[in-house]
């Protein structure tokens, strides 16, 4: 029969035993065999249904010490050998990354990022920069500076995302937008302002079309004697070159927007081509971007002098400006990340978008 102090011999034996144990698979060994069902400690508690109730009751609370104190090394000797796995696998798994790419390397570019740098190439060629702005913006820089009334419906047809303080307050919210990014640019700036401004933007919206983040591009041209004929001639260059086509038709269909005058949608011809489309010719429109004259109150917000600055901007959907260049039937995909999908429509990481040898 054991004795409280074989148990201190067991314990002692046992527990030199888990503390060196010198890797995960001896641990485990050394745990089945003190622990688990024939181990040393099971079988010890298999004694206690012969003992007298005197010894029980000595011996069930110490064999019920020593399991628990006996597990609780395990598991302190699992997470330092676990650890030294993990550290011996990031020490040996370093990517050098002053080394040439290689070509197998698999992963493919989101389309709208490499929309976002076509973009990017086509305006930095007419010598616009790219500027950003916060994802969290405030009532100012999202509606008031862009002259939009308080009160205004305008406001409600955005759909806004507000967001709540610890305090309650909603001052701040999700830009439903990027013409917040006009305003900073303003502010920071002394004009001539030639910006382009890429990013996320959010509505409450969802649908084959609609998703609750999108992205949109920005474009502001501030500067003494900029007009509506510069606006013109810039998005027909823009949208030729993105579509690739010298034959582009446009007509600017008088529109309204808070933060233009006149403001315009800016439609181009095409027809559909499967489930492309082609520009410059056939007899349907397509509205590809707002844009209008920067409204001398938008000026005026941003401490500018709308005697002296004028100009104009223009703001477009890069989800749709992609879905219409690849022929992609549906938004909602660009947001779910399938690697099938994205392995079909993706762009090599190599390949960079620029103007001398093709954008895409
Ligand atoms: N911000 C407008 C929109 O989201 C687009 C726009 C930008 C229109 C700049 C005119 C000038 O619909």
Redesign the pocket.
Known sequence: MSAPSDLEALETRLSVGIKAAPDLAALDALRVNALGKKGEVSLKMRELGKMSPEERQVMGPALNGLKDRLNTLVTCRKTVLEDAVLNAALDSETVDVTRPVSHQARGSLHPVGQVMEELAVIFADMGFAVAEGPDVEDDFHNFTALNFPSNHPARDA?DTFFLKSAEGETSKLLR????PV?IRAMMNKKPPIRIIAPGR?YRRDWDQTHTPMFH?V???VIDEDTHMGHLKGCLMDFVSTFFETDLVEARFRPHH?P??EP?AEMDVRYESVGNAVKIGSGDKWMEV????MVHPNVIRSCELDPEIYQG?????GVDRLTMLKYGMPDLRPFFEPDSRWLSHYGYSPLLQANLATGLS
Request: charge should be negative; include cysteine.
């Open positions: 955005h439903t937008h990027t013409s006009q933007v949109q920005e474009g502001l927007f933060f233009t403001s971007l707002g844009c209008g104009f901007a223009f703001g477009m």
